[in-house]
């Protein structure tokens, strides 16, 4: 049992980060496979403001991103959203990400969960040793990526390989193809509804 027998246990807040843009099963299932296997309480999903690793790129705005993410997690009963980065000025960083919620949740014992390809990179961050004081950090497996770590303090677990990526799934819209079974339903139906993706028809505004 991984829980310490000796005073009340708390609770246990697995941290998905991502661009989300969209949400696709591949981030699902890495959040489900996780949470089973650490005995996690609730999987917080936390759109990214303004990606820093992304500038250069387009990102489709935060406000699509953020409800494409609450609508294809609702139906899980341990799975929430967090605005903390959307909500905050300027370009995110993980840190900023893990103190904000360590503040509003400071009962919360964090479990930071992250693809092959993203923990690559926070293993070359400057600041990494105070990341490892605010979280468990978990990677996990993804197709195409090799997952690794030399320190002991990081989980890596297997999960179930999803070849999935948001490229992929924003350049099949743009180019007319199907994202069914790839994101949930919910998330098609929203992608066309906002004709998010589509090159050339200027995506619609999110209802105020
Ligand atoms: P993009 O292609 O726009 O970079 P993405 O599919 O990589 O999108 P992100 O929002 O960048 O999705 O990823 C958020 C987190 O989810 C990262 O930690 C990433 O490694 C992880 N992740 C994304 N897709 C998968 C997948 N198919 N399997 C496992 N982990 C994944
Ligand atoms: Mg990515």
């Known amino acids: 049992n991984a829980r310490p027998s000796d005073g009340p246990a708390r609770w ?10 969209p949400i696709h099963h591949g981030h699902l299932v890495a959040a489900s496979e996780v949470a089973a ?4 309480d609730e999987v917080v ?20 991103r953020y409800l494409m993410t609450v609508v294809a997690t609702a139906s899980n009963p341990r799975f929430t959203v967090s605005r ?3 909500d905050r000025p300027g370009p995110t960083y993980t840190i900023d990400t893990l103190r904000d919620l360590r ?7 964090l479990f930071f969960i992250t693809g092959a390809d993203a923990m690559a ?3 070359s961050w400057k600041n990494v040793d105070e990341l490892w004081s605010l979280a468990h950090f978990v990677g996990v497996t993804r197709p195409g990526h090799e997952l690794s770590t030399q320190r002991k303090d990081v989980s890596l677990m297997e999960v179930p390989a999803m070849s999935i990526s948001s490229t992929d799934c924003r350049r099949r819209v743009s180019g007319g193809e199907p994202v069914w079974y790839l994101v949930p339903d919910g998330v098609v139906q929203y992608i066309a509804k906002h004709g998010l993706y589509r090159k050339g028809a200027p995506e619609t505004g999110t209802p105020v």
């Open 12 to 21: 246990r807040l697995g941290v998905m980060g991502g661009t989300f843009d």
């Open 37 to 40: 296997a650490f005995e996690l």
């Open 45 to 64: 999903f936390v759109p990214t403001g303004q990606p820093w690793q992304k500038n250069a790129q387009e990102v489709s705005p935060a406000e699509h």
């Open 84 to 86: 903390v980065d959307i």
């Open 103 to 109: 503040a509003t949740r400071p009962e919360a014992e």
């Open 121 to 123: 990179q926070i293993l």
